[in-house]
């Protein structure tokens, strides 16, 4: 895997009129003088959010690449999530360095009720709040 020769294109890519016309024109051959693998370039030529998400490359430079492809906000995020869903937790990177599982278990972890947690329990008692004493005036 190149991470870094993805990030490289698609940081050029965003700040290049000309490469984002050549990439218009043919995604392809734009991609060739970059050392990228078979799936990478699949990923790039799609485009495939979600997959260039779970490979590691950086939200920042990913939601350009989304923006010149037309994709809005919010599914933007869905398909950075379906990727995590589909292929697994983010192979390389900072958010893979980081730990990053997903909304839900972070959520769980801070002992919110999530998705997963709402399917399986039909009750749920908040949690204590620390801060609050009982008998105090």
């Known amino acids: ?55 590691g490359v950086n939200g920042q430079i990913l939601m350009h690449f989304a923006a010149l492809h037309h994709i809005e906000w919010a599914d933007y995020l869905q398909r950075m999530r379906d990727g995590v869903a589909e292929h697994g937790p983010v192979r390389e990177g900072v958010y893979a360095m980081t730990g990053y599982e997903g909304t839900e278990a972070h959520a769980e972890r801070l002992g919110h009720r999530t998705t997963a947690t709402a399917s399986s329990s039909s009750e749920s008692t908040p949690p204590d709040d620390p801060t609050t004493k009982k008998g105090s005036t």
Not at 15 to 34: H, K, M, N, S, T
């Open 1 to 55: 895997m190149s991470l870094y020769y993805v990030q490289k294109f698609l940081y050029q890519l965003n700040r290049e009129p000309e490469l984002q016309e050549r990439y218009r024109a043919d995604r392809r051959a734009v991609l060739e003088p970059y050392e990228l693998t078979h799936e990478e370039v699949e990923a790039l030529v799609e485009p495939d959010i979600g997959f260039l998400f779970h490979l």
